[in-house]
């Protein structure tokens, strides 16, 4: 450590100790300072470079009592011994590997310190060979591509009863993205019903507005191969700098996080950072926050911080503008009697209609056929017969792991934690009541389970789902989507 940084650390602490609010009898002045003496005997500084002050800390919760009780007299310390302008940042400490002689560590900015406007460099350590692929080094504001679908705006965006509220609050965040109550926005609902669309509209609705700030759309998925690349290259903190500069942060089916411990802690490090910095966050999933099974308590509540909104199934006449507006951007268009048909007929996912539209649609031209409500008809009957499932064991048990976020893996090994025990239940329940399978066979197929294992998990969900209505909504929602 550096002998000059250790002597500037230690002047910081004998101030702070010598302004300790003064007690009114000797003993609780003691019991300050025996306190104090306590909390900043396990804080080191590990550097300080252009200014910026990093302290090791051993978790999180001294990061956060520091923060709470000694930030004010901290900061005239450090004001004292160092001038004005420290940018302070913390290292908490995590396990290290065996052998490893230096902790690992994961980055985060004290609230203190106000993020500058603009960026004008490369955050401290943030190098530029870094495992992301949204990273392009420069001397500037860094410039990533944002993801984002210009065809995903508010303009090609139809509003109804289903999806007004959630839109009204979309617009006002684009307006003043961070600076609502509206954050994080967390919109909610099943496949196919806008949510990607909305997310996306705010981004590109800000980066119109506001071009200087940094917006990024990118799925849940991508989020978790990044953390990886970077965790192999021992590269997390780099990680986590990049995504702290970003502005409006949109992640896409949040849900997939479930399961991930590593991957939550450091999005709960920059979810932290991006909130208390004032930037916009904005999250997707096929679930309610309370339904999201297998992730941190301190990430759930967070997703309650600002607004949760439900996107339900557009009704028929919001189905028919949409087919319309989708249709007329392509320079399509249908009389009544088949729009109204196609709007009857998609009753939860209006993405796939229009997959079924453009195959009328081709076939009329490569047949030299006019477009008839026949036609049409006949289109879809055979497209629905083609791609109707065969409902057997393995794939309920696709359908149950894509439902709770598993991987299969999970759903067939051995272990009895409820996050994973409820699915195997479930996939067992449905197995039995949708296929002709014996509880043996059933059992072979569940990672060989005995059969007394798959009653029992049958009767267990038959009975807990007449009074415990989170599995009532489990065993309709999956009753849905296996049938469907």
Known sequence: MDE????????????????????????????????FDMLFDKVQPLSLVANNLTLIVPSDFYKEYIEDNYLSLLSAALKKNLGKGVKLWYSVME??????????????KGKSVPTPKMQETM???????????????????????SNLKSDYSFDNYIEGESNKFAATVARSIAKRPGATAFNPLF??????????????????????????????????????????????????????????????????DIQFLSGKSATQDSFFHIFDHLHQNGKQIILTSDKAPADIMDIQER??????????????????????QIIVDKLSRDGIVLPGD?????????????????????SVIAYSTVYKTDLSLELLKDTINKIAANQKKVINIPYIQEVVCDYFGIKKEQLLSKTRKREIALPRQLAM??????????????????????HSTVMYACDT??????????????????????KK
Not at 205 to 222: A, C, G, T
Not at 338 to 358: Q, S, W
Request: net charge positive; aromatic share 8%; charged share 25%.
């Open 4 to 35: 000059n940084l250790m002597m500037i650390w230690q002047k910081c602490l004998q101030f702070m100790r010598d302004n300790l609010n003064a007690a009114e009898d000797n003993s609780d002045l003691k019991k300050l300072e025996k306190s």
């Open 187 to 252: 919109l909610h609902g099943g496949y196919g019903v806008g949510k990607t669309h909305l997310g996306q509209a705010v981004g590109l609705e800000v980066k119109n507005q506001f071009p200087d700030k940094v917006v990024l759309y990118l799925s849940s998925e991508k989020f978790i191969q990044q953390f990886i690349s970077a965790a192999k290259a021992h590269k997390q903190t780099e990680f986590a700098n990049f995504y702290q500069m970003v502005d409006v942060l949109i992640i896409d």
């Open 123 to 145: 955050p401290q350590g943030f190098s530029a060979n870094i495992v992301n692929p949204f990273v392009v080094p420069g001397i500037r504001k860094v410039n990533i591509d």
């Open 95 to 108: 396990n290290r590997p065996t052998g490893e002689e230096k902790p690992m560590t994961m980055n985060m």
């Open 338 to 358: 088949m729009l109204d048909f196609l709007a009857a007929e998609a009753k939860t996912n209006v993405r796939e209609l229009i997959g079924v539209i453009n």
């Open 461 to 482: 969900i038959k009975d807990v789902s007449k009074i415990d209505k989170e599995v009532k909504k489990y065993v309709k929602d999956l009753a849905e989507r296996i």
């Open 429 to 450: 329940y449905f197995s039995k009541e949708l296929t002709n399978a014996t509880f043996t066979k059933i059992g072979e197929e569940m990672g060989g389970k005995d």
């Open 299 to 320: 990430i759930v509540s967070r997703f309650k911080w600002g607004l949760s909104a439900e996107i339900k199934s557009p009704d028929l006449s919001t189905r028919r």
